[in-house]
């Protein structure tokens, strides 16, 4: 992490991720930090691998939906929309001229693009702003169909607790993971409700760390490539 070091006249940040995450209820078997501790590995890695200017992770997102887990604590989607706007806005001041946005929280995404939108049209230098709405749309299809999995992780699921167990096993109490049934939502028409019933999907009891390996590293390779194109 970038923040770790000291200023020098030669600090360049030209090229800079932004980790994106939240306070969030993901089971019994996962950190509330899931979703920021995920793409913060993710972007560490890369920014090795390519000289990006690493920021700290936001640790907090919109997260409304799991406010009845105690412990969840949230920003309004408004309220995430002006801090990223004003962390934009200060790196392209700092000489950005290339942003990426590495989300970890569905929630975010919204705030995300109207913030980049926002900083976008009053800005007067020629800047490019990548928003990567979640982690796991990088995953390349061939990857995706190798391991057999979906894009349509569910929170605190296999795949979500498979990558925890592979870079943070610590934080992982894996015998508590329980089956749970997706919260079912439709893409094209979203239903809005206020009674998720539980703070985890899928099956995390399959997660393994070698199935994490695989998908972080297909995410990090993505990630490099994407960092490299004009
Ligand atoms: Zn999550």
Aim: hydrophobic share 40%.
């Amino acid at each position: 992490m970038r923040c770790n070091e000291k200023w020098t006249e030669r600090i360049e940040l030209k090229t800079v991720i932004l980790p994106t995450g939240s306070m969030e209820a993901h089971g019994a078997h996962l950190p509330f930090a899931t979703d920021s501790i995920i793409p913060e590995r993710i972007a560490q890695e890369a920014a090795k691998r390519t000289n990006a200017f690493l920021l700290p992770t936001l640790p907090y997102g919109n997260t409304q939906r799991l406010s009845n887990f105690k412990g969840t604590i949230s920003l309004t989607a408004q309220g995430l929309v002006y801090v990223v706007k004003d962390i934009l806005k200060s790196a392209i001041k700092q000489g950005a001229e290339k942003i990426i946005i590495l989300n970890g929280h569905d929630g975010n995404q919204h705030s995300l693009q109207v913030a980049t939108r926002d900083v976008l049209e009053e800005s007067e230098k020629n800047v490019k702003i990548m928003v990567i709405d979640a982690w796991w749309n990088i995953i390349p299809e061939n990857v995706l169909k190798e391991l057999n999995i979906t894009r349509e992780f569910g929170h605190a699921g296999k795949e979500e607790t498979s990558v925890m167990l592979y870079i943070a096993s610590e934080s992982v109490a894996i015998e508590k993971a329980v089956e749970q049934k997706f919260v079912e939502e439709h893409h094209l028409t979203k239903y809005y409700f206020n009674d998720r019933k539980v703070p985890c999907e899928g099956r995390p009891v399959n997660a393994s760390k070698e199935l994490g390996k695989k998908i972080f590293d297909a995410v990090v390779d993505s990630l490099v490539d994407l960092i490299g194109k004009p």
